[in-house]
């Protein structure tokens, strides 16, 4: 059984894991180390010990570097802890409705990389079609950096923006290159070596950031920011937009009900409680 350490053991014993992974301990032996002297481990601490590691002298790149192994590290415990929003006013909650839009995308373009029958014009005019659609995930990201990362800033947490960002910024490049190499796809036979090369990799970044939004970002930003951090969130996010799903509402009667699902914490405005 394992024992549960205290609050700071555990973050260093945390800590200790993911230096061991970043010198080249494997996931399996990672994995093993960590059920047995962790065990548990909310969102909210993993961003905390990333935000450590860079406020220590890790770079922010080498960080980027293994995030998606830190997900799968803490890819159970994070599943067991994840805190979950209620009102569909939320700005989270419409970030997750964005996020099953792009997770169809996502899953129709590996139902068509695994179809060989159709004929090759066909084939790439869905694939030209999907990707096209996708590209809409720029107001998904452009929203999560430049109206929600700034909030978590002013609570000390750099991290999300230098490493999240960094893989955001991946995934634009690899749709990029998706897009590109289309055109070079001249023979059926081309198709394998198109998907190993820049669809699957593709598929695997964008599913790979919904989890680490939803699992490590989106509770993190649920348990730091207050009542007023998501009304203001709610109305910077008009400017941005929002994509592949219809805004339920006006935006000032989305922060009515957003108002009214936080009753448990005041909203301030003009030095008035509302």
Not at 86 to 106: C, D, G, M, Q
Request: charged share 40%; glycine share 4%; net charge negative.
């Amino acid at each position: 059984m394992t024992e549960i350490p205290n609050k700071q053991k555990k973050k260093e014993i945390m800590k200790d894991i993911i230096r061991k992974l970043h010198e080249g301990l494997t996931i399996e032996k990672a994995k093993e180390r960590f059920e047995k002297e962790i065990g548990t481990a909310s969102s909210t601490e993993i961003a905390e010990i990333e935000q450590s590691l860079i406020d220590e002298g890790l770079s922010p790149e080498e960080i980027k570097k293994f995030c998606n192994v830190h997900a799968l590290l803490f890819q159970s415990a994070l599943e067991k802890s994840i805190i979950k929003e209620t009102s569909p006013s939320h700005p989270v909650y419409l970030f997750k409705l964005e996020n099953r839009e792009i997770e169809k995308i996502a899953d129709s373009l590996k139902k068509l990389k695994e179809e060989r029958k159709e004929e090759l014009s066909r084939t790439k005019r869905k694939l030209n079609d999907l990707l096209n659609e996708l590209k809409g995930i720029e107001i998904h990201y452009a929203r999560k950096e430049l109206v929600l990362f700034p909030f978590l800033e002013k609570q000390g947490f750099t991290g999300p923006s230098k490493v999240m960002w960094g893989k955001d910024n991946e995934v634009r490049d690899l749709l990029k290159k998706a897009i590109s190499s289309v055109e070079e796809i001249k023979d059926i036979k081309d198709l394998e070596p198109y998907s190993k090369n820049s669809l699957d990799p593709l598929i695997e970044e964008v599913t790979g950031m919904i989890f680490k939004e939803e699992n490590i970002l989106f509770p993190t930003c649920l348990e730091k920011l207050s009542a007023n951090d998501w009304v203001e969130i709610l109305r910077e996010s008009e400017e941005v937009g929002y994509v592949f799903v219809e805004k339920p509402k006006e935006t000032e009667a989305l922060v009515k009900d957003l108002k009214s699902a936080l009753i448990e914490e005041p909203v301030f405005e003009d030095n008035e409680i509302n």
